[in-house]
């Protein structure tokens, strides 16, 4: 059975301070691991997706790493306006008949403290 | 381009009635996926539907269905409700599966 583990489950920073927030996986075969954000009332919102161990995308003040067991969200100076819940999934190889469906973590709740 | 639309916005049914929560995908997209988001927990996958056909199912008892129409909207229906189906209702649309899944702000479904 596929597993996702977001670490810590809350954050409070204050605006322009660094960190890291962690994903660990357990998957059959990883095809893509997925960062979405998700504001209070809304859907998650797409950030980025990583395929393969080593793979490393950008957005603004956030990066994405992914290794084979976990992933690393990094917020390089974050402002009051990254406040919200950041979501990591999976999704595998074979779901079983074809399904494309998402596993996810409970995610990380971040407060950025003006 | 108008993203994954979902209706209602919000829901209040009792024990034992019977739901139907709507989608249309973004325009393009042939794959529909369902999710429900319990206050505080990760969206748990319930279906997937590509192209009119349904691809998979999580973990949900047969009272969960759903359905796709030709023209790539989806319909996710829920029957003899428990007051344990409260939760946000997610839907998410994308091309193919090399594509990310884009959700939209979900249905709040409360059950009294």
């Known amino acids: 059975e596929d597993q996702v583990t977001q670490s810590p489950e809350a954050l409070r920073l204050q605006e322009g301070e660094s960190s890291s927030l962690n994903c660990s996986y357990t998957v059959s075969g990883l095809r893509g691991l997925f960062w979405y954000r998700q504001d209070p009332g809304k859907g998650p919102e797409f950030l980025f997706t990583?395929?393969?161990a080593g793979e490393e995308k950008e957005k603004e003040r956030l990066k994405a790493t992914l290794t084979k067991k976990e992933s690393f969200l990094h917020i390089t100076a974050p402002k009051p306006e990254d406040s919200a819940t950041y979501l990591c999934?999976?999704?595998?190889?074979?779901?079983?008949?074809?399904?494309?469906?998402?596993?996810f973590g409970k995610g990380t709740h971040l407060i950025i403290q003006p | 381009d108008a993203g994954v639309t979902q209706s209602p916005t919000h829901l209040i049914k009792t024990r034992g009635q019977h739901v139907t929560l709507r989608c249309s995908p973004i325009?393009?997209?042939?794959?529909v996926s369902w999710y429900q988001q319990v206050l505080g927990q990760g969206p748990q996958f319930i279906f997937q539907y590509y192209e009119k056909e349904e691809r998979g199912r999580g973990n949900f008892p047969d009272r969960f269905s759903a359905r796709q129409f030709p023209n790539y909207s989806s319909e996710l229906n829920v029957n003899a409700l428990l007051l344990g189906d409260s939760a946000l209702y997610l839907c998410a649309s994308s091309g193919n599966s090399n594509q990310p899944q884009h959700f939209g702000d979900g249905t709040r479904l409360s059950i009294l």
């Open positions: 325009s393009g997209h042939k794959s």
């Open positions: 990583l395929y393969s």
């Open positions: 999934a999976v999704q595998a190889l074979d779901s079983g008949g074809g399904a494309d469906g998402l596993t």
